[in-house]
C-alpha cells in the first residue's frame, strides 16, 4: 500500500474520494471541457469509460412538423370562457391531430459518444487495496489499486480544453495484459462503422439525415492484435489515450502533444480558473475525509456535516466549469451512459436551464454564457415558427423541451405546455443579467436588444384587451401546475422584459417603442386572495395548489425582484404564499414530488424574503434525503434517483445570494440569510454586477466580525446594506444600516466592521 499512496497522493483538498468503486456510471467520478465529457466507473480490473459530446442526440423523432392550428384561436378562446381550460385544451389538441400531430413527443434523446470497456487480464484485486479520487481543484480522477500479486495500477482521467481530447491512462509498476473493447452502438438510428490500425481506432457514427459525429481514439503503446472490436496489449507497462469527438467532421490523425505536457498545461489551467473563487467553512483535516465517513456521520446524526455543504459548493463550481462553454447544458450536463436518459436528457426550459446558468455570472464565468447564446441564436426560427403556427404571433413561443430543434411538439392535454408562454421572457432575464455584471454595450445592442423585442412582439399580438382597457393573457399556464387566465408569472415576464427593454434603449440611447408601454399599462395587477396570499393565476375561477414542485408564482420575488420589502402588501403576501408552499411542499412528507429544482427555488425565494431557516430547510431536504450520486452530482429526486446537474448550476448562486445579494445593479445586502452553518467563514471571488468583485470575505457573525475588500472595473458607486436585525458599529459609538462607497478602477478597497446584532422578531 505504500506504493499505491505514494503514486496516489495526498488525497484531494477540494476534491473527493472514497475505497469504493462505482456500479453504475452515474456514480462515476466526471471530467469535461464544456465541450465533450467523460466518466470512468465499475470494478478496478474491469473498469469502463463512457465519452459524450454536447451536441449528441438520437435522430429519432419526428420534431419538425407542427400543425398550423392559429386560425382556431378565437374559437379556443371563446370555449375556455364559456365552458373552461380543459375543454378548451381538447380543442387545441383535436385540431392539431387533425392535422396529423402526433401528440406529446418527447425530444431527440442525448447519447453518449462511445464506451470503451477495459479487462485487466488474469488479475484479482487485493482486498483494501483500491482507492478512487475526484480531484476538483485539478480537473483529475485518479483510480488506484492493487492485484493479489502486489503488483499496483493507476488510472487517469482528464478532459483538456485546450486541446480539446479526453485523455486517458493505466500504468503499473510490473507488465500487465490489458483488452480493451469499443461497445458497439448500432440500432436503427445509428449506423456505426469502426476503422482499426496498431495505434488508432477511428469510430464513424451516422445518423438518419447523414449527420455524424467520429470518435477517434490514439493510443500509445502498439497493441498486440485486433479481433472482433477487441484490442489486446501484451505485458505492458503503461498505455495512454487520446480520445477526439468531432460532431459533423471527418475524422482527423493530429500531430498531439506527449500525455505529460498535455495533463500539466490542463492542470495549470483548470486550477487557476477553478480558483478564483473559494469558500472556506471548516479545516483541511475534515475536507481529507472521505466521502463514505461523511455520509456515515450525517446517517448517524441526521444532520449534514459542515464539510459536506463546503463539498457541495467545490462540486458545484466543479460541475459548472467542466459542462458549460461551447455547450448548453443539458439536463445532464455533458454526460450519460445510456440511450435512455430521463426527459430525453434534453434542453428543459420551464425552469432546469435556468437554474443550470444562474451561477455563472457570481462566479465570474460570463464568458461561459457563449454556449447559451449561439444556441439559443439557432432556435430563433423555430421560436418564431412556434409563435405563428399556434397563435398567429410574431415574435418567440419558446418550448419547455428542445434538443435538435426548438419546434413546440412536446403537448398534449395532459400536458398543455403549449399554453405557456413564459419561456422567452425568463431567458431574457439572463440576456439582461450578463450585461448588467459585464456591462458590455456591443452585446446589449445586437444581442439582447433584439432578444426582448422579440419577445414582447409575441404578446403584442397575443394579448387581448377587455372594454376597460385591461389585458388579457388566454391561454395562459403556470408551468406544470394548470391552467388559468393571466398566470402570475406571465405578467412578470412581460414587466421584466418591458423594464429591461427601456434601460437598453435608454443607455444605447434608442427610442423605447411605443407600442411595448401601452402593453405594459394593460397588465392587471397582481391578484391577492381573501386570506391575503399572492395567487398564482390573477383568475378569481382559478383555485391555488401548493403541493406542486414549481416555484412560477414567485418569478417577481426571486428573479425580476419586483417584489420586495419597498412594495409592502405583496411582500407580505408572498410570505404568506411561501408559508403554504412550504408546508404543502418543501416540508411535506407526503408532497407531490422531491425534485431538486423545486428546492432550488424554494432556497432562493427564502433568501429573497430573508428567512435563512427555510434557506437552510431546501438545502437540508436535497442533501439528507441523498438528492446526489457519488460525484455530488445532484440527482433530480432522492436517493440517487435521476442524474440532473441544474441544482449544481444553483448552488453557488444561493450561497452567494445569502452572503451579498444584489437588491438593485448598485445595492447589496450583506448576509441577507444566512443559514446556521454559513454564520462563520471565508469566501473569495464572488462577483457583482457593475463589474465589482468580491476579492475576499471573512465573516464571523456570532462575534460581530467583519473584512471585505472589493475591486471594481470601472469607476462606480455602490451601497452596502445589512437586513433590518444587523447595523454597522461605526466609530463615536454610532450604528447605520448602509454605507455608501465610491470605488475607483483597478483600486483595492478594503472594508472592515464590527457589526451589531439585535434579536428582533421578524
Known sequence: MEKIKESSGPVPIHGIWSNRHADQWENGYIVGNGTIGGVLF?????????????????????????????????????????????????????????????????????????????????????????????????????????????RWYEKQLFSSEKENVLAFSIESDQPFDLTLSLENFQNERLNQTVKYSPTTAIQKNSYQ?????????????????????????????KVEFIIRIFWNEEEEILATKNFKSILEEHITDHKKKYDQSSLQLTTDEERSRSLESIVEEMKRTNQVPLVLYEKLYDASRYVIHSSIGEAMPNLQGIWGGDFSPAWSGDYTMDTNIQLAISSLNSLGLSE????????????EKDFEENAMKYFG?????????????A????????????????????????????FDYTQDKDFLKKVALPFFKKTLLFYEDFIQYKKDGTGLIQPSYSAENGMGDNATMDVAVIKEVFSNLSKACDTLGEKLPENYKKLVVSLPQYAVNDEGILKEWIDPNKEENYNHRHFSQFYPLFQSKEITKKTSKLWKATQKAFDKKL?????????????????????????SLEREEDVESALDE???????????????????????????????????????????????????????????????????PGQVKVEELEWDLQNGKLSLKLEAQIDCKIVLCLKDNYSFAERKGLKTKEIELQLKKGLQYQFESIISRKEINV
Open 583 to 607: 408546508s404543502a411542499w418543501l416540508l411535506n412528507k407526503e408532497g407531490e414530488t422531491s425534485s431538486s429544482h423545486g428546492r432550488m427555488h424554494a432556497a432562493m425565494c427564502a433568501i
Open 209 to 237: 439525415d447523414d449527420s455524424f459525429y467520429t470518435t477517434v481514439l490514439e493510443w500509445t503503446s502498439s497493441s498486440e492484435s485486433i479481433n472482433n472490436n477487441e484490442i489486446y496489449f501484451k505485458q505492458i507497462k
Open 42 to 150: 465499475g470494478d478496478p480490473s474491469s473498469g469502463t469509460l463512457i465519452g459524450n459530446h454536447h451536441r449528441l442526440f438520437l435522430k429519432e423523432n419526428d420534431m419538425e412538423h407542427l400543425p398550423d392550428i392559429a386560425s382556431h384561436l378565437p374559437e379556443l378562446r371563446k370555449i375556455i370562457s364559456s365552458d373552461g381550460y380543459q375543454v378548451g385544451i381538447d380543442f387545441f389538441e383535436e385540431k392539431a391531430i387533425e392535422q396529423d400531430y402526433a401528440g406529446l413527443t418527447m425530444s431527440d434523446r442525448y447519447h453518449p459518444a462511445f464506451q470503451l470497456n477495459l479487462a485487466l487480464d488474469n488479475t484479482t484485486v487485493k482486498k483494501n487495496s483500491y482507492v478512487r479520487q475526484l480531484d476538483y481543484q485539478k480537473g483529475l480522477v485518479t483510480e488506484i489499486h492493487q492485484d493479489s500479486s502486489e
Open 393 to 405: 404571433c410574431r415574435g418567440y413561443l419558446v418550448p419547455a423541451h428542445a434538443s435538435t430543434t
Open 368 to 379: 461561459k454564457f457563449n454556449g447559451f447564446f449561439s444556441r439559443m441564436k439557432e432556435y
Open 407 to 434: 419546434k413546440h411538439v412536446h403537448w398534449n392535454r395532459e400536458w398543455p405546455l403549449v399554453f405557456w408562454t413564459s419561456g422567452a421572457g425568463w431567458l431574457a432575464h439572463f440576456y439582461q443579467e450578463y
Open 622 to 688: 436535497l442533501i439528507l434525503n441523498h438528492a446526489w450520486y457519488d460525484s455530488l452530482v445532484t440527482a433530480h429526486y432522492n436517493e440517487q434517483e435521476v442524474f440532473n446537474i441544474d441544482a449544481n448550476g444553483a448552488i453557488p448562486k444561493i450561497y452567494h445570494d445569502a452572503l451579498i445579494y444584489a437588491e438593485s445593479e448598485t445595492t447589496f445586502t450583506l448576509f441577507k440569510a444566512l443559514p446556521s452553518w454559513l454564520s462563520k467563514g471565508k469566501a473569495k471571488g464572488i462577483f457583482l
